[in-house]
């Protein structure tokens, strides 16, 4: 993927943030629940009486998402160079880690930092650091 730098300003991604912190918090507020996607997710996939609705509402917001912004402005162009297969493989590998870690980015880092959480503060300084090690290891020393 590649960020247009000539045309990004910090002023949407900080926009965005802000979104998602009051989202999160308006969450937890009126409905006690923790904004987490993978929690939600996995919540509709062995559904407990009277917890589907909301469930359901949350997720197909987030799918509805893209169809609203296209209300306003068009897209931005996204560009993967990978293949399918490499995708499919590194969803896994994240799902995987979402379970093993008790939750994902959007519960650790948005909702449990924000809450003091030290399980959420270790998760996400875990994420961090596997993202930075990562990174540097595939465009440095495996020069992709």
Known sequence: MLIDWNN??????????????VASALFILFNGRIA???GILGGLLRPKF???GWRLAFIIG????PFVWLQFAPL???QIESSNTLLAIT???VGIGTRYGSGCTSGHGVCGISRLSPRSIVA???FMAT???TVYIVRHLAGV
């Not at 990004?8 to 912190?21: D, H, K, R, S």
């Open 8 to 21: 990004f300003t910090p002023w949407t991604a900080l926009a965005g943030g802000a979104l998602i912190g």
């Open 36 to 38: 987490g996607i993978t």
């Open 50 to 52: 009277r917890d589907i």
């Open 62 to 65: 987030l799918t509805a998402a």
């Open 76 to 78: 931005p162009d996204i």
């Open 91 to 93: 969803g896994l590998i």
């Open 124 to 126: 996400t300084l875990a």
């Open 131 to 133: 993202g930075v090690i």
